[in-house]
């Protein structure tokens, strides 16, 4: 050792998100409900994965992300590493039943949300793969969810509505198409309710909201008239 400290996660991790790429939504999807039909734009895993993971590679940090059995429940184990062996662990809820299809729609679905939630990036949208994940089974059950930790909290929960209500979005069912086209998920699986989100699907839509809040209040860089 020369006696120089090395960096560890935390400090990786800052700088990366100081040069977090721009990853432009490529694709599109058409989601019909039972209140009516919408369509979005997306990046998919694929775009994410590319643009993102060189960057972490630059700074010495690494993602995986596989099926296991936790604690007797289905789940995607998650993780994002660094070279100096720290580590940040998560858990993402998978279904337990269904085809293979649904289910690895689930899994890719997972991926995508688990390593935008773990690194900050937030392109919004959902994996093309994704919307085969239409079968029941696909969606986490919320009991799973809350006893491993992952189910939105009282902050961020807190955090939506104060920026809902900046935006004048105020009526319930406006805010759950919001919600439903920046989280996207897949076909007959639409959020009813802002406290069935997960904390992923949290950070995205907090992000989405944040940023629609700061297009929406004038620069207090730009100087008034008269002055």
């Given at each position: 050792m020369t006696g120089q400290t090395q960096p560890g996660l935390a400090k990786a991790l800052?700088?990366?998100?100081?040069?977090?790429?721009?990853?432009?939504?490529?694709h599109s999807a058409n989601i019909r409900t039972d209140k009516g039909n919408f369509s979005y734009e997306y990046a998919d895993l694929t775009d994410i994965a590319?643009?993102?993971m060189p960057l972490l590679g630059a700074h010495g940090l690494s993602f995986i992300a596989k099926p296991t059995l936790q604690d007797g429940q289905f789940v995607l184990a998650y993780s994002l590493l660094h070279e100096s062996g720290e580590r940040e662990d998560g858990a993402y809820p998978l279904p337990a039943g269904g085809n293979p299809q649904a289910i690895g729609s689930a899994i890719s679905y997972g991926r995508r949300y688990c390593l935008c939630a773990v690194t900050g990036v937030a392109p919004g949208g959902s994996d093309d793969d994704g919307q085969a994940a239409s079968q029941?089974?696909?969606?986490?059950?919320?009991?799973?969810?809350?006893?491993?930790?992952?189910?939105?909290?009282?902050?961020?929960l807190s955090k939506m509505h104060a920026c809902f209500n900046d935006l004048g979005i105020t009526d319930r069912q406006e805010r759950l198409d919001y919600t439903n086209r920046?989280?996207?998920?897949?076909?007959?699986?639409?959020?009813?309710?802002?406290?069935?989100?997960?904390?992923?699907?949290?950070?995205?839509?907090?992000?989405?909201?944040?940023?629609?809040?700061?297009?929406?209040?004038?620069?207090?860089?730009?100087?008034?008239?008269?002055?």
């Open positions: 800052a700088t990366v998100q100081q040069h977090l790429p721009e990853i432009g939504k490529a590319k643009s993102l029941p089974a696909a969606k986490p059950e919320p009991e799973p969810t809350r006893r491993m930790g992952l189910a939105v909290t009282q902050a961020q920046v989280i996207a998920r897949e076909a007959g699986h639409e959020v009813t309710s802002s406290k069935e989100l997960t904390k992923a699907e949290a950070v995205a839509l907090i992000n989405h909201l944040d940023a629609d809040v700061t297009a929406a209040v004038p620069s207090l860089s730009e100087p008034e008239e008269g002055t």
